[in-house]
């Protein structure tokens, strides 16, 4: 097996039924390689192709942005084209996906514990309660057992942002990795985009195939989609790991030490209600990502004190203002409080460069 330096990982939550009949888990992929420039050439060559007969706006498209784009509407058509890039994928030769899954049986187990460690109160919750929260970290939560298992160190880990308590696997995978989240990271970075499509891929199938979320049903599915191999595996997260991926301690994790930088930040105007969804449905939602993607960074729009801090402490990240409102204040923290950023009107931003 090669020694992989680069690892991406996205997950999603596992629905199946409804009321008294559901089901939850949660599943993931890692994309594992050696450095990001493969993936990234079968990303592009893969969304060229599949955008070769409409507008392409965007270097990145996430699974769900690519159903929609290309009015995906039956499951078969979705699958088979997801499917395209998982194909295309198992042909770098420096390259191992791996796909990751927790289930629990919550008669057997229908309480898990959180916290106790520091000092820190415990607290009971249900398992179903849990897989919610568990699935706003799972991305990490699989990056941090695959490397485990491999006994890896020093590994380039790439994550989309992602919102939860500090646990063991957590600050175990911080301190022998070089961890960088991107927000957005589905939407600009090609190998988080590339994950995310290969976790839905693998949901899509076996929904559409009626198989389970466990590891027999999984490689059935994928071996009759195309032969696996050795570059393909699936493990479990489970019992054994709950000491590892529940919260520890009652805090969040810092997230913003470990931000992608450069990034881009989009300061509010303030003019319109419902500014984010009006902005997010516009072109220039598309040139901001293509930005962010350009500079191989993430993109958000600015909504909390946390953001202010990571602008105030990592220079170099752009501030971007759409209107006179917004210049006021990016010019106010940038001259005024000091901080160390590039102002940039939305209007010099084309397709990923300045103007």
């Given amino acids: 097996m090669a020694f992989f330096t680069t690892l991406a990982a996205d997950s999603k939550m596992h629905i199946r039924g409804r009321a008294e009949s559901l089901f939850k888990g949660c ?23 599949q955008f070769s007969s409409i507008p392409r706006n965007r270097y990145v498209y996430k699974s769900s942005d690519i159903r929609e784009k290309l009015s995906l509407s039956s499951p078969y058509r979705f699958i088979n084209v997801l499917g395209d890039l998982y194909s295309s994928l198992l042909d770098i030769d420096s390259l191992s996906i791996v796909i990751l899954y927790t289930t629990f049986n919550t008669q057997k187990l229908p309480h898990v514990t959180y916290y106790g460690h520091k000092r820190t109160p415990q607290r009971t919750i ?32 790439l994550l989309d942002a992602f919102e939860g308590e ?24 090609p190998l988080i985009a590339s994950a995310d499509i290969i976790t839905r891929f693998v949901d899509e199938l076996l929904a559409f195939k009626r198989l389970k979320l466990e590891s027999s049903d999984i490689m059935t599915a994928l071996n009759g989609y195309k032969a696996v191999g050795e570059k393909v595996k699936v493990y479990y997260i489970g019992h054994t790991d709950l000491p590892n991926i529940v919260p520890a301690i009652n805090r969040s994790v810092d997230k913003h030490v470990y931000y992608k930088k450069p990034s881009v930040f989009l300061l509010p105007e303030g003019v319109v209600k419902k500014e984010k969804a009006w902005v997010e449905k ?51 923290l940038k001259e005024v409080l000091a901080y160390p950023v590039k102002i940039i009107s939305i209007r010099d931003i084309d397709n990923g460069e300045l103007g």
């Fill in 27 to 49: 599943l993931g992929v890692c994309l594992l390689s050696e450095g990001a420039e493969a993936i990234e050439e079968v990303y592009e060559d893969f969304i060229s192709t």
């Fill in 126 to 157: 249900k398992t179903i309660n849990f897989l919610d929260n568990l699935q706003q970290y799972y991305c990490y939560v699989c990056a941090w057992k695959v490397l485990k298992e491999w006994q890896y160190r020093c590994c380039d880990v």
């Fill in 166 to 189: 500090i646990t063991n696997s957590w600050d175990e995978l911080t301190h022998h990795h070089n961890v960088n989240i991107y927000f957005g990271g589905d939407q600009c970075n």
């Fill in 282 to 332: 516009s072109p220039v939602y598309d040139r901001l990502l293509n930005f962010a993607s350009k500079i191989g960074g993430g993109f958000k729009r600015i909504d909390g004190f946390q953001d202010h801090v990571y602008l105030n402490q990592r220079p170099n990240s752009f501030l971007v203002y759409q209107g006179e409102n917004g210049q006021r204040e990016a010019e106010y």
